[in-house]
């Protein structure tokens, strides 16, 4: 299984070159299944020409728009796979059977079926398919959201027992943090499911969320690598057996500057308000990111949450009139923030990695204004005008620049 | 039933401004399905990109990459339309049901379900529907070839029993000459299905021949009209009853500078010479247009026949090796030739029209290099240099410069 990004098949030589390079897995005796993603920005030109037309973009007709771009991709890619003596078939989503829920343009997949692309392996084809799509149990063309076509790759991954998932991208890997902020970042060689899902949780860029966590519960080992260089890159899997003790306690370093923040002043402190400001969030679509509620005082208390910066202007329309429903002192929110997130696997073992990730904060004056954490991540927010320091600070302080990554947590100061 | 050519769907204005006109439509009561084409020059661009990444084009691959360019425009006008307040739902041709035979990029349409179509019509819906494309009997997306979204609409109209297949385009209707080379070329107003079949036969644009025929067979009135002006264009339907005797006997005057001639020359005469040069080219899908060949002289007769300029090379190789064969003297061809024909049903009963039509041509120093006819249909090659003379003189000669048009044949000449 191969899945090849935008940048991969961007222009026909970048098509030719990933022809080339499927043609060489097969003839070293692979079967291989290629999912394609839309061409460079083919995506971006359909939905400018949406906006041209309509400022409503009814979510079945957004699907049928977009869902061309990737089928333009995979054509293309068969016949560039005809041309070197490759016998390739395309299958679009709904050829493939990718059955999914009947939520356009962010679908939910509920079954794939897969036998004419089996049924194709079976004929020594290679198998080019659409990412990104599937067809609704109502029979209509949808479209699996962000990340789809990463998704598309490891459901059938699964579904075909496939030995691996390659991720072609146009990065080399995942890093220890973005090569653009910390020039010194190392490419890892491995992480977890788990390290992946929290750095994709928090804003990395490389998988998206989903397919990680499909490729988590069906155990299908994802490889992300780059289509430029072709060189290895980063494995994600199951870590079976016992943890390495050489492993590093930190694999990296994530920011994520696509957020805002809303706080409530002053809520009553009393059964119920959580659910009164978030139930109607989430029913209006809102994404959630990091909550915070302080401890109260004198029977208010306040409440901060993050949400991405797209979302900002229908989550303050829905906070301010349940401020006002449960007799709240008042909101304000704030855009400049950056979400800065340590990850690993290693933490859940060695205690003392928030208090030195706070130390290393406060040392370089950044100050903190939201925490959060689980097992394996510390997340802190702040100013964004902090994001580059605060990066390029903990990736030294944790030992990440030094190629001998940071695996013993230092004495606790008192 | 209204279809929309690539120029009318070129630009998101121009969607707009069809949106405008479906919507207009549908608020005077009328169901309305409407069939777009690509936007513009994008099935250009699919093909600029094919040939970019591969020189074998594969007919599957082909068709789905092609098929996308219809999907494009289709999405668009929806929204376009859900814009305006008009409740528009989009439909591929496998959606629509129009199901074909397995030849792919020229596939011919087997049935048409409609149920999908009729049910969001019964809604109150306006149906938007892919053109040129439909779903074989073995699941794979087809392509219906050239004119194939004009065949669309005349076949959902004919399974809907439509009112009317109104053809958008950038004219204003079928002309009785090329305006660009008789500026003083009319509208017509109304032509009857065969004189429309015989000029989309000789050459003329303006309607595939496939879509007249299909319109014909199930008697489905056709409008070419344009999208531009919205003005009243040219009927083809089916005329009742008697004729009208002011009706003109010639319509109209049709060039066709596409096709190339191959002459064999010396051909022995003798039975099968014919089936021994025609069914090697049927084979080879090589579309031989008028086929002449003189009476036998001394045993041995030449035969002259046209093909598309595109087909020439495949023509000429076959053509060469026959020729050996059968023991004929040799081959040419010529690639500066012109088709001319004169197209009227009243020829029926108006003798002398061929002959007048020679004698305009001989008056205007125009040699006639092959002629053919048929009851309604005079042609004749001449050659590439003279064809605008040829179509100026003969446009004039039979009355249709001035409004007037010719309605009688003068009396024969000795």
């Given at each position: 299984m191969q899945k090849y990004g935008g940048t991969s098949v961007a222009d026909p030589d970048r098509i030719k070159a990933v022809a080339e390079h499927v043609a060489f897995t097969k003839r070293?005796?692979?079967?291989?299944?290629?999912?394609?993603?839309?061409?460079g920005k083919t995506t971006d030109n359909l939905m400018s020409l949406a906006n041209q037309v309509s400022?409503?973009?009814?979510?079945?007709?957004?699907?049928?728009?977009?869902?061309?771009?990737?089928?333009?991709s995979m054509a293309l890619l068969c016949m560039a796979l005809a041309d070197i003596g490759v016998d390739a078939v395309s299958m679009t989503g709904s050829q493939v059977g990718i059955i999914t829920d009947t939520v356009h343009t962010k679908a939910k997949i509920v079954e794939v079926k897969g036998d004419r692309l089996r049924e194709a392996l079976g004929h020594g084809r290679v198998v080019v398919?659409?990412?990104?799509?599937?067809?609704?149990?109502?029979?209509?063309?949808?479209t699996?959201?962000?990340?789809?076509?990463?998704?598309?790759?490891?459901?059938?991954?699964?579904?075909?027992?496939?030995?691996?998932?390659?991720?072609?991208?146009?990065?080399?890997?995942?890093?220890?943090?973005?090569?653009?902020?910390?020039?010194?970042?190392?490419?890892?060689?491995?992480?977890?499911?788990?390290?992946m899902l929290e750095m994709a949780g928090v804003g990395s860029k490389v998988l998206a969320l989903r397919s990680v966590e499909f490729a988590r519960n069906h155990n299908v080992p994802l490889h992300v690598r780059s289509s430029f260089t072709w060189e290895h890159g980063t494995w994600v899997r199951n870590v079976e057996g016992e943890s390495n003790m050489e492993d590093p306690i930190i694999s990296g370093v994530v920011q994520d500057a696509s957020e805002s923040k809303v706080t409530i002043f002053a809520v009553p402190d009393r059964p119920g308000v959580s659910a009164a400001i978030f139930e109607p969030l989430a029913n209006a679509n809102v994404n959630v990111d990091?909550?915070?509620?302080?401890?109260?005082?004198?029977?208010?208390?306040?409440?901060?949450?993050?949400?991405?910066?797209?979302?900002?202007?229908?989550?303050?329309?829905?906070?301010?009139?349940?401020?006002?429903?449960?007799?709240?002192?008042?909101?304000?929110?704030?855009t400049d923030i950056a979400k800065i997130s340590l990850v690993g696997a290693g933490m859940k073992t060695s205690p003392g990695i928030a208090a030195k990730m706070f130390r290393v904060l406060a040392e370089n004056e950044v100050n903190i204004q939201m925490i959060s954490t689980s097992t394996i991540r510390v997340s802190v927010v702040v100013a964004l005008g902090k994001m580059e320091l605060a990066v390029r600070s903990l990736h030294t302080a944790f030992g990440l620049d030094s190629g001998s990554a940071y695996s013993a947590p230092l004495p606790e100061r008192k």
């Open positions: 070293h005796g692979n079967d291989v299944v290629v999912v394609v993603s839309a061409m400022s409503t973009h009814p979510g079945r007709e957004m699907d049928m728009l977009l869902t061309t771009g990737e089928r333009i398919v659409a990412g990104f799509q599937g067809v609704s149990t109502d029979k209509e063309i949808t699996l959201g962000r990340g789809g076509s990463d998704t598309t790759a490891v459901a059938l991954a699964a579904a075909l027992s496939a030995d691996v998932c390659e991720i072609y991208t146009d990065v080399t890997g995942v890093f220890s943090a973005d090569p653009r902020i910390v020039p010194q970042a190392r490419k890892l060689q491995h992480l977890s499911f788990e390290e990091m909550i915070v509620q302080n401890t109260s005082r004198e029977g208010h208390t306040d409440i901060s949450f993050t949400v991405p910066k797209a979302d900002m202007k229908v989550a303050e329309e829905i906070v301010t009139r349940v401020s006002k429903e449960i007799g709240a002192g008042g909101v304000t929110h704030d």
